[in-house]
């Protein structure tokens, strides 16, 4: 009814301020609140209401219920790659890492060609000290078959986090062959890492020839700057890239 679907939202909302607050039992109990009040009907708005109460439970310390709820979202929806990604997440907070690889590893059977949750994966395992099941899966972004130009920067990156810097250059320059312009964005960074300023800004010229300016492509101008000690310049690349992702 109506003044069901009202309860739930208020509650929602209620649940919503409290975790913003840090008060995460108030939060837990609206969420609750407002599940009751869905009744039967699990929409996008129950799963909304299920992921705050997650978020609440782990931000309290229950890492186990927020692992259990999340559970229950799996259970409603098996091919959701967020919510495994998320309980992959939390078992991997509680050193469960054979657990944490299993829904890491659904993550990417779901969303093979989303390489940026490769990284994601690979950077929580390494804050983890789990740095050769890291490791997997930068290798499975190595071995992947996939000539798509995503794949090509994603090798690239691989390559960089091994500090194999001219292999990493190959692999972006075969993605702008293949028409993905980020990758000049990627070559200035490598050069930037080797302190090669001026070759930096040269790929970030042919970048803006292409497309816009982004925020990462005026990071990467201040990165550049940086190296070259100017200071003022640098910094008002900074202020631009900050404009950019606000607007």
Request: hydrophobic share 30%; proline share 1%.
């Amino acid at each position: 009814s109506g003044k069901a679907e009202e309860a739930r939202n208020k509650n929602f909302q209620n649940g919503i301020k409290a975790v913003e607050a840090s008060k995460y039992d108030d939060a837990i109990k609206s969420s609750d609140k407002a599940l009751k009040n869905a009744g039967m009907k699990v929409g996008d708005e129950e799963e909304d209401v299920c992921c705050y109460k997650a978020a609440a439970q782990y931000l309290k310390g229950d890492v186990k219920g927020a692992e259990d709820t999340v559970s229950g979202l799996i259970k409603l929806r098996k091919d959701d790659a967020d919510y495994y990604f998320l309980r992959g997440s939390y078992y991997a907070a509680e050193s469960k890492f054979d657990q944490a690889d299993k829904d890491y590893k659904r993550v990417i059977e779901l969303t093979p060609k989303d390489y940026d949750i490769y990284f994601t994966i690979y950077e929580n395992l390494t804050a983890r000290g789990q740095k050769d099941l890291a490791a997997s899966y930068l290798k499975s972004v190595l071995a992947s078959k996939d000539k798509s130009p995503e794949c090509h920067i994603a090798r690239g990156r691989v390559y960089m986090i091994k500090s194999d810097y001219a292999k990493a250059k190959v692999e972006f320059k075969y993605a702008v062959d293949r028409g993905k312009n980020e990758g000049y964005l990627w070559l200035a960074k490598c050069c930037n890492t080797k302190g090669e300023s001026d070759s930096a800004l040269e790929y970030i010229d042919k970048y803006s020839k292409k497309e816009k300016r982004t925020s990462e492509s005026y990071n990467a101008i201040a990165e550049a700057e940086m190296t070259r000690k100017n200071y003022n310049e640098a910094q008002k690349n900074i202020e631009k890239a900050l404009t950019e992702k606000n607007i």
